[in-house]
C-alpha cells in the first residue's frame, strides 16, 4: 500500500538511513556475540517466498527472525498456489494480511515490485534478476568493519554485469563510492543504470587495469540461477575475469575482496583467495544475518 515502506533496492533508503542501517547490524552482531540481543518482535511473522535456491538467505532470514522473537515461514511455489499460477496481487493481499513482513526472491524484479504494491506489510527483495540489496549490507557492513567507511574509496567488479554487479551501481550512489566495472562485452549491466550513475560509474574492460590501485574487488558467478544453461559459453566468454593473487596484486596495499557465494573456485574467483586465512568472505555471509536482522528492525518498526 503507498505508505508501507519495503526494501527493493538501496535506493529504498537514503544514504543515512543505510549508514545507520549498517551500525546498528554491527550493534545487533556484537548483541548476538554477547547474548544479549532483544527478542523485541515476539509473535511477528516473516513470509518467505523462494522461487530459487537460496542457502544463505533462508538461514539467515528464518535463524534472524527466530532471534528476534518472531518466526519465518518458507513459502515455496511448489507447495503453494503460487506455483499454479495465482496471481501476484491476489498473493500479496492475502499473504500480507496473515503475516508482518514478506521476503521474496524471484526472477523478474516486477514481481517484486508488484507484490510491494499490493502488500500492506513491507517487502525485503531477497535477490531478483536485476538486484541482490541484502547482500549488499552485509558486504559494506563487512568493510566498515574491516576498514571503516567506504566513502571515497575506489571498488572494482570483475565479473558478470548481473543483479550484484547492479547492486553495486546502487551502493556507489548511495554509499559514495568510485565503481569500475571489467565485464566483457555482452555482459554489461543495464545501460539505463549505468547511464544514470555515470559520475561515479565505469566500464573498464580489463580486469588488470580496473583493479589498479582498488580498495575492494568484487566478484560473483558468471552464470547466474537462471543462466544454468549458458554456463559453458559463459566460461568461454569470461577467460581472463578470474580474481586472484595476480590481479589482487594490481590493488591497493591492504585491499579486501569479496564474494557473496556460492563460488565456483577456479572459475570467477581462484581457489587460493577463496581458502586464504585472512579472506573476509566468510564473514561476508555471516553479516547477512546481521545486516537483515536489522533491515527486518528498521522496517518493522518505520510501518508500527
Ligand atoms: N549470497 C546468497 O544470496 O546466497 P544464497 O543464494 O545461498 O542465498
Ligand atoms: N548472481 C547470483 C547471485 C547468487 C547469490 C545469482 O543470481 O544466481
Redesign the pocket.
Known sequence: MADTRHFLTLMDFSPTELNTLIQRAIEMKQEHRAGTGERRFTGHVLGMIFE?????????FEAGMTQLGGHAMFLSPDDTQLGRGEPIEDSARVISSMVDIVMI?TFGHDIVETFAAHSSVPVIN??TDDY?P??LL?DMQTYVEHRGSIAGKVVTWVGDGNNMAQSYINAARQFDFELRIACPRGFDPADELLQAHSDRVSIVRDPMSAAEGADLVVTDVWAS?GQEAEQKAREAAFVGYQVNGELMSRAAPGALYMH???AHRGEEISAELMDAADTVIWDE?EN?LHAQKAVVETLLLANS
Open positions: 530459487k535456491s537460496s542457502t544463505r538467505t533462508r538461514v539467515s526472491r531477497g535477490l541482490h541484502c547482500q552485509a540461477m557473496c557465494l556460492p555471509a547477512r
